[in-house]
């Protein structure tokens, strides 16, 4: 069974394949929240949404509201950026960050390879940034990549849009006064994903190894699993204090304490679906279980239902 044929599958049709080994591998489209799939819904959001500005601590900014949190870092040597969102939100972006500053955008740093924090990369680079990512961010945004939960082959990105600056552990730099640090996670949510801290103003940027407050995504079609979502959350735990700015890939600008409620919420379904799946449980028996329950009226409304988070988790226990 190819997820390729699912826009048609029928609810009935699914459970009575759901046991076998073949239907467990991904998630099929009636888990999702929207029909049309979760990469045109998330484009045409960020078609019309409105970019919220939210000033941090000293120089640094974020921007919701197109795919992932973009972070600014302004001052004189140009602005340095953490993720692009995606190209059709340019015009509003281009808005918000003028209105921050008058300088040029001169660097972007990826926290990861996915579309809604790169698709902007190309019109970023043309407006004079020089882009670093993590050497699996390169490799993924130069191929056709598909993402099976998804259900969506991403076709290679422009030349523009592609990394010119990697590196595999750590990379440092200085900009606009600041101490910034880059260090890849071990696979987590993709494999593919780094931290940015910006160590004076005591400020970390995560990318999508945390959703603050909904269910993350995790992508097991290049690299990521439950368990390497633990790991990294744990690993962001041990990094920061009570005092720490904690900048989610998705989600309101955060701290310690939602960390750490994330980071239980993760283990307790983990536990709660491995338990499941170990009694022998379907993934569609799995979910009607409902695992997830305790958590689902503040983490179940964004994109990942109980049902798909259920299933992503099954995936990986
Ligand atoms: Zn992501």
Same mark, same amino acid.
């Given at each position: 069974?190819?997820?390729?044929?699912?826009?048609?599958?029928?609810?009935?049709?699914?459970?009575?394949?759901?046991?076998?080994?073949?239907?467990?591998?991904?998630?099929? &489209?009636?888990?999702? *929240?929207?029909?049309?799939?979760?990469?045109?819904?998330?484009?045409?959001?960020?078609?019309? %949404?409105?970019?919220?500005?939210?000033?941090? &601590?000293?120089?640094?900014?974020?921007?919701?509201?197109?795919?992932?949190?973009?972070?600014?870092?302004?001052?004189?040597?140009?602005?340095?950026?953490?993720?692009?969102?995606?190209?059709?939100?340019?015009?509003? $972006?281009?808005?918000?960050?003028?209105?921050?500053?008058?300088?040029?955008?001169?660097?972007?740093?990826?926290?990861?390879?996915?579309?809604?924090?790169?698709?902007?990369?190309?019109?970023?680079?043309?407006?004079? %940034?020089?882009?670093?990512?993590?050497?699996?961010?390169?490799?993924?945004?130069?191929?056709?990549?598909?993402?099976?939960?998804?259900?969506?082959?991403?076709?290679? *990105?422009?030349?523009?849009?592609?990394?010119?600056?990697?590196?595999? !552990? @750590?990379?440092?730099?200085?900009?606009?006064?600041?101490? $910034?640090?880059?260090?890849? =996670?071990?696979?987590?949510?993709?494999?593919?994903?780094?931290?940015?801290?910006?160590? @004076?103003?005591?400020?970390?940027?995560?990318?999508?190894?945390?959703?603050?407050?909904? =269910?993350?995504?995790? !992508?097991?079609?290049?690299?990521?699993?439950? !368990?390497?979502?633990?790991? %990294?959350?744990?690993?962001?735990?041990? %990094?920061?204090?009570?005092?720490?700015?904690?900048?989610?890939?998705?989600?309101?600008?955060?701290?310690?304490?939602?960390?750490?409620?994330? &980071? !239980?919420?993760?283990?307790?379904?983990?536990?709660?679906?491995?338990?499941?799946?170990?009694?022998?449980?379907?993934?569609?028996?799995?979910?009607?279980?409902?695992?997830?329950?305790?958590?689902?009226?503040?983490?179940?409304?964004?994109?990942?239902?109980?049902?798909?988070?259920?299933?992503?988790? =099954?995936?990986?226990?």
């Amino acid at each position: 069974m190819n997820s390729l044929e699912f826009p048609n599958f029928s609810r009935r049709k699914f459970i009575a394949v759901a046991g076998s080994a073949a239907a467990v591998a991904f998630a099929p &489209r009636f888990l999702f *929240a929207d029909k049309k799939g979760i990469v045109p819904t998330m484009i045409d959001d960020a078609a019309t %949404a409105t970019i919220k500005t939210y000033p941090l &601590r000293r120089n640094i900014s974020v921007l919701e509201g197109s795919g992932g949190n973009i972070a600014v870092l302004t001052g004189k040597d140009g602005k340095l950026l953490i993720d692009s969102g995606f190209a059709v939100s340019k015009p509003r $972006i281009m808005e918000a960050l003028n209105s921050l500053s008058s300088e040029p955008i001169v660097q972007l740093l990826n926290t990861h390879w996915h579309t809604d924090h790169t698709d902007g990369n190309d019109w970023v680079h043309a407006a004079g %940034a020089k882009i670093t990512a993590h050497v699996n961010t390169k490799k993924h945004l130069s191929t056709s990549t598909r993402v099976e939960g998804w259900d969506w082959t991403f076709p290679p *990105a422009p030349a523009g849009a592609i990394p010119t600056v990697v590196f595999d !552990d @750590e990379h440092q730099l200085q900009h606009n006064g600041t101490n $910034i640090r880059m260090k890849h =996670y071990d696979p987590a949510h993709t494999d593919s994903d780094v931290s940015v801290v910006f160590e @004076e103003p005591d400020i970390i940027h995560v990318g999508d190894t945390w959703w603050n407050g909904i =269910y993350p995504f995790i !992508d097991y079609s290049t690299g990521g699993s439950i !368990d390497g979502m633990i790991r %990294a959350t744990e690993q962001n735990l041990r %990094a920061i204090t009570d005092k720490t700015i904690v900048i989610p890939g998705h989600g309101p600008v955060g701290n310690k304490a939602g960390l750490t409620e994330f &980071r !239980d919420m993760l283990v307790t379904i983990r536990n709660n679906v491995a338990t499941l799946k170990k009694q022998g449980k379907s993934l569609s028996e799995t979910v009607a279980a409902m695992p997830t329950a305790v958590y689902d009226e503040k983490y179940g409304q964004f994109l990942i239902t109980p049902a798909f988070f259920t299933a992503l988790v =099954y995936s990986g226990v």
